[in-house]
């Protein structure tokens, strides 16, 4: 059965670092594009950063010098080292999985076959 699940979430204070894992399981996780999206109370939901089957990588605007996405193949994991944080950069922010036979990725949510159920990030002081 497909499943992706998110950890590493919780409460850090403005400036600090946090790295979210999302493991994997019950697809063929080399061919695919994996995302990492955030949504905040009462906004929309927001793509921050994908990797491809060969590790490139894309970052949104909000994210970009800050973020940082990497995959291990031998594990079906993916990472997102998160540094700087900003109160903005408080969501809920899950993983996803799109097909990339040809190692592609994207930030647009309607691509991605699979979900995370979401893991709690909370910057204050």
């Known amino acids: 059965q497909v499943q992706l699940v998110e950890s590493g979430g919780g409460l850090v204070q403005p400036g600090g670092s946090l790295r979210l894992s999302c493991a994997t399981s019950?697809?063929?996780?080399?061919?695919?594009?994996i995302g990492w999206f955030r949504q905040a109370p009462g906004k929309e939901r927001e793509g921050i950063s994908c990797?491809?089957?060969?590790?490139?990588?894309n970052y949104a605007d909000s994210v970009k010098g800050r973020f940082t996405i990497s995959r291990d193949n031998a594990k079906n994991l993916v990472y997102l080292q998160m540094s700087s944080l900003r109160p903005e950069d408080t969501a809920v922010y899950y993983c996803?999985?799109?097909?990339?036979?040809?190692?592609?990725?994207?930030?647009?949510?309607?691509?991605?076959?699979?979900w995370g159920q979401g893991t709690q990030v909370t910057v204050s002081a």
């Open positions: 996803a999985a799109r097909p990339a036979l040809i190692g592609q990725c994207g930030l647009s949510g309607p691509a991605y076959r699979y």
């Open positions: 019950g697809f063929t996780f080399n061919y695919y594009g």
């Open positions: 990797i491809t089957t060969d590790a490139g990588t």
